[in-house]
Nanobody
Framework: QVQLVESGGGLVQAGGSLRLSCAAS????????MGWYRRAPGKQRELVAT???????NYADSVKGRFTITRDTAKNTVYLQMHSLKAEDTAVYCC?????????WGQGTQVTVSS
């Protein structure tokens, strides 16, 4: 059974930084894609960033140049480094992994950016 544990959310002032982590556990994980999604109040869930097993990344236009996604394959962990945070980045951030074709979601971590 795959479990995801997220950490790193919190309250930060506009212009600040946060780093999210998502660690996956389970037997014989063959993780394909790892990624972060977010859902803001009153809005649909949206993709923030993804990273493949080969290291290819994809970002939402709204976060390009401010957020960086990385992964530690040995630790089955994906990170999201967020800089220059804006009030509109406020949302619940969830990680998602694909093993190898099945999706698994984390519970989510709240990020609140005060203006």
């Amino acid at each position: 059974q795959v479990q995801l544990v997220e950490s790193g959310g919190g309250l930060v002032q506009a212009g600040g930084s946060l780093r999210l982590s998502c660690a996956a556990s389970g037997s014989s994980l063959s993780i394909n894609v790892m990624g972060w999604y977010r859902r803001a109040p009153g809005k649909q869930r949206e993709l923030v960033a993804t990273i493949t097993s080969g290291g290819s990344t994809n970002y939402a236009d709204s976060v390009k140049g401010r957020f960086t996604i990385t992964r530690d394959t040995a630790k089955n962990t994906v990170y999201l480094q967020m800089h220059s945070l804006k009030a509109e980045d406020t949302a619940v951030y969830c990680c998602k992994i694909v093993v190898p074709i099945l999706p698994y979601w984390g519970q989510g971590t709240q990020v609140t950016v005060s203006s």
